[in-house]
């Protein structure tokens, strides 16, 4: 199945399955995937789904989409292509061949990250609110990206890696602060106990 996976100064931030025959994209909160950034435009893009083929259209927006670099109107995704829109790279996959044979190589990937995850085990982990009206609430951070914060005030996105967690800066103009000390769109190292703070919100990183 065709999937975008969005990202920021190399830290992904959401990943978007492509099941619908219109997948729309854009500022507005009714979009399929939404980017809450000003270099976005309200109704930005539609991708739009024939059999296997994906066709990426750009809606007029103000300051334009790209695929590998290039300005388009109108363009048939290849697997691998790179849509920037904005600061915002998104990346299509859609490898068939791996959907041809999924059902049959189901236990063998299933091996391999088992035998991946034993060999790199980053344990469960969650975000414990601090303060605030949410405080004492846990969230486990049970997907691969977790975004926390504001929309349009400070966002942050909490990326699960190989050798462990990490926190980095999506967008807003207020530095998350990581036991105090600010952070940017560089990933920082998290670690049990840690203390973040996001928009006047104070959260504990807890890993078991």
């Known amino acids: 199945m065709p999937k975008m996976i969005v990202s920021i100064d190399g830290v992904v931030i959401k990943e978007v399955q492509l099941t619908k025959d219109r ?15 000003l270099a976005v435009s309200g109704e930005h893009a539609v991708m739009q789904m024939s059999g296997a083929q994906v066709f990426l259209e750009d809606l007029n927006s103000t300051n334009g989409t790209y695929v590998n670099g290039k300005a388009i109107k109108k363009q048939q995704l290849q697997n691998g292509d790179t849509v920037e829109i904005g600061k915002y790279k998104i990346k299509y996959v859609h490898d068939g061949a791996a959907d041809s044979f999924e059902k049959t190589m189901v ?32 969230v486990p951070l049970v997907k691969v990206v977790t975004t926390i914060g504001k929309p349009g005030v ?3 996105a909490i990326t699960r890696r190989p050798h462990g967690y990490v ?8 530095k998350p602060t990581v036991n105090g000390s600010a952070i940017g769109t560089d990933a920082v190292n998290l670690r049990n106990g840690d203390l973040i703070e996001l928009a006047g919100t104070q959260m504990q990183f807890v890993q078991a």
């Open 167 to 174: 926190v980095a800066l999506v967008e807003g103009a207020i």
């Open 154 to 156: 400070a966002v942050a």
């Open 107 to 138: 236990i063998n990937s299933g091996a391999v990250v088992g035998a991946v995850e034993a060999a790199a085990p980053v344990g469960n982990a969650a975000i414990r609110v601090m303060s605030g009206a949410a405080a004492g609430r846990e």
């Open 23 to 37: 997948t729309t994209l854009g500022r507005r909160p009714y979009n399929d995937i939404v980017i809450d950034n």
